[in-house]
């Protein structure tokens, strides 16, 4: 093996470091996915030399090593020169387990990979998705497509494909996502799935509906980053309403529709909305995601519409009022420089287009309480006219504090000071507690502190003592009943009734 | 060159988690400008691999919730097979990779990444993904938030944990 350079062919296999002639003797690293060593090698050893040296430091047999530098394998035959190892370089070692030296066992396992991970799927491990016809759009290794629809409705309508489905697989989750994905890629199934009257069925019983959506994990992770939404969930009325909305695609349609006029509406404003309504966006693509096939639509656009007129069809109502604003300058919108037009925007929702309206919130849900405060309103409008305000409003010291006495109390903000005294009118309709709530909680996760809250029987001292009088005697019921709805007397009430035998 | 060796192009898929909204926020937010909150994978032989809050994952190239990638980086040639490959990624997924050893700072899908990208092509992956964490980390904003953000794992739905179970290529 000696070669041109005076090598000693003795240096090559041994382990010790030879001080004289060790101008030639490398140290490489080889590092294996537990573990790494360094390993003194002559620098014009093979392959194989270097294989002899690392399968006694791994104890691992010479043929399950496999050696890889700069993305190519090391074959026996070759010279660590010839691949350019050097030293203090890394090369890379799997060690072969050595069990499937068959199937495959050539390097030519063709790249698109066939009997590889992607039919992990189908072996029943832990992760599989459940056999049948679900199985295969996922195992179908590298086309990813939107696979056969009919196969997913059969196996949706036939109930023992049910049982398949969501409760044999150890992966609902997995389950679940597949169908989002399937059903985000093909609009029409989501189409054809409702009119299957087997969901027709579960969508009319609504607590079932809360159940199945409360059960995904993903809608758990959103609750707990936003109690809003399990509010949300605990209203009855709301539920109904939101899944007739899913029921009736027609309906569905309209709201999508006003939904993507409020948005094109967005693209015309100029300047420093977009800052806003992009944050807002993305609020809302998690919950579509999350919330599209059980929904079928955004369910905010529900709320807004639930707050506003208690009892009526919200979607007639979105339909009159398709743009909402719950920020403040209702109707002027960023084009207009007065600083005059803040007009009431707590009784009406007005249809300006604002930064926030993707989600479709009706300001009166939202807005009162604390942004309809003049101060606030003017703050906005002046925000939106120069960003650099706002830029300069977060980097101030004491914003994070402000922004924590702002989540403890709402009505610290109405009472701030207005940076300009705007001839506002002052916001009728006195601050609705509930939507304080609301707008509490946000402020808290927006301050990222947990500062302390007030108890609930303190935060809803108002509405209990409204269900009193109205005949609900039992305090604890109510208490719980308002904590679930986040302070929703209404939504209240109708979980009281609902829990009580009549 | 032997004959029987085809390569396999390896290819890293950048997404950028907050939709665009990094870039427009972060001078606001961190003082600096961040174009985006990057997560890649590594995508070879028509499969795409990450790591996340599951452990190591693979789904179909652009499979995640996350959808299609933003910026497509070509990494280069691997002789690497796919079964080396579900080897190396097997113990990796046991050790070092686990999905309760994600740390969103330093330990992250990111880091993955360019360890595979270096097993299978020797070269690394752009730095200004791997430096994202240092950067954030040297605003007084990301000091604040760091508690928070630490308790975060990114786990894009539509993966399957690769184990050594289901592991046979």
Request: hydrophobic share 35%; proline share 8%.
């Amino acid at each position: 093996m000696a070669e041109n350079s005076g090598t000693d062919p003795a240096v090559e296999t041994n382990t010790e470091e030879n001080a004289a002639a060790s101008a030639t003797i490398i140290k490489v690293t080889v590092k294996t996915p537990k573990d790494k060593e360094e390993i003194a090698i002559a620098e014009d050893s093979s392959v194989s030399q270097f294989k002899e040296e690392i399968s006694k430091r791994f104890k691992a047999n010479q043929d399950q090593l496999v050696l890889i530098f700069a993305g190519k394998i090391l074959k026996d035959g070759d010279t660590l020169g010839q691949h350019g190892i050097k030293d203090g370089l890394t090369v890379h070692l799997v060690i072969k387990t050595a069990q499937k030296t068959s199937g495959g066992g050539s390097s030519q396992t063709s790249a698109s990979s066939g009997p590889g991970p992607s039919q992990g799927n189908t072996d029943g491990s832990a992760n599989s998705s459940p056999a049948g016809n679900l199985g295969t759009p996922q195992g179908s290794g590298p086309s990813p497509t939107p696979t056969q629809p009919p196969n997913m409705l059969a196996g949706f309508g036939d109930l023992s494909g049910l049982a398949n489905l969501g409760m044999g697989s150890a992966n609902f989750m997995e389950l679940q996502q597949q169908m989002q994905r399937q059903l985000m890629s093909n609009p029409e199934m989501l189409s054809q799935i409702m009119e299957n009257p087997l969901v027709q069925s579960m969508m009319s019983n609504p607590d079932l509906m809360r159940q199945m959506i409360v059960a995904n994990p993903q809608m758990q992770q959103l609750m707990e980053r936003n109690p809003e939404i399990s509010h949300m969930l605990n209203n009855p009325e709301l539920m109904r309403q939101t899944m007739e909305l899913a029921r009736n695609p027609a309906m569905m349609q309209e709201m999508m529709r006003n939904q993507d006029r409020a948005l094109s509406n967005l693209e015309s404003i100029p300047g420093g909305y977009n800052a806003l309504r992009r944050m807002y966006t993305d609020i809302q693509e998690p919950m579509f995601s999350a919330a599209r096939e059980q929904f079928g639509n955004n369910p905010f656009s529900a709320l807004g519409g639930n707050a506003d007129n208690s009892g009526a069809q919200p979607s007639r109502t979105e339909n009159r009022e398709p743009l909402p604003n719950p920020w403040g300058p209702p109707d002027t919108a960023a084009t207009t420089t007065s600083g005059t037009a803040t007009t009431t925007s707590s009784t009406t929702s007005s249809t300006t287009p604002s930064v926030s309206n993707p989600l479709g919130i009706s300001s009166s849900s939202l807005g009162n309480g604390m942004f309809n405060s003049p101060g606030m309103q003017s703050l906005m409008q002046q925000i939106s006219e120069n960003p650099q305000l706002m830029q300069n409003m977060l980097s101030a010291p004491y914003m994070r504090t402000m922004m924590q006495s702002l989540a403890q109390n709402p009505d610290i903000a109405s009472q701030a000071p207005t940076p300009t005294p705007a001839p506002t009118p002052t916001p009728a309709a006195g601050t609705n507690t509930a939507q304080q709530q609301l707008m509490q909680q946000m402020l808290q996760m927006f301050a990222g502190g947990n500062a302390s809250t007030p108890t609930p029987e303190v935060r809803f001292q108002q509405q209990l003592e409204q269900l009193s009088a109205m005949g609900f005697i039992n305090r604890e019921a109510n208490l719980q009943a308002l904590i679930a709805t986040g302070g929703d007397i209404n939504a209240a009430i109708e979980r009281l009734l609902g829990s009580q035998p009549s | 060159m032997d004959p029987h060796d085809s390569t396999f192009g390896v290819q890293l898929f950048i997404y950028d988690l907050s939709r665009g909204m990094a870039r427009q926020l972060s001078p606001i937010m961190l003082g600096k400008q961040l174009d985006g909150i990057w997560h890649t994978s590594i995508v070879v032989y028509g499969e795409e691999f990450f790591y996340g809050g599951a452990g190591i994952s693979s789904c179909p190239p652009g499979g995640t919730m996350l959808g299609p990638p933003d910026t497509v980086v070509e990494l280069g040639n691997t002789e690497v097979t796919e079964e080396i490959l579900m080897d190396y990624l097997s113990s990796l997924g046991e050790t070092t990779y686990r999905g309760d050893k994600y740390r969103l700072f330093e330990h992250n899908c990111n880091t993955f990444t360019n360890e595979v990208a270096q097993f299978l092509t020797g070269n690394k992956i752009p730095s200004y993904i791997t430096d994202l964490p240092s950067e954030v980390l040297s605003t007084p904003f990301g000091q604040v938030l760091r508690p928070i953000l630490d308790s975060i794992h990114i786990a894009p739905p539509g993966g399957n944990v690769i184990s050594s179970q289901n592991n046979h290529g």
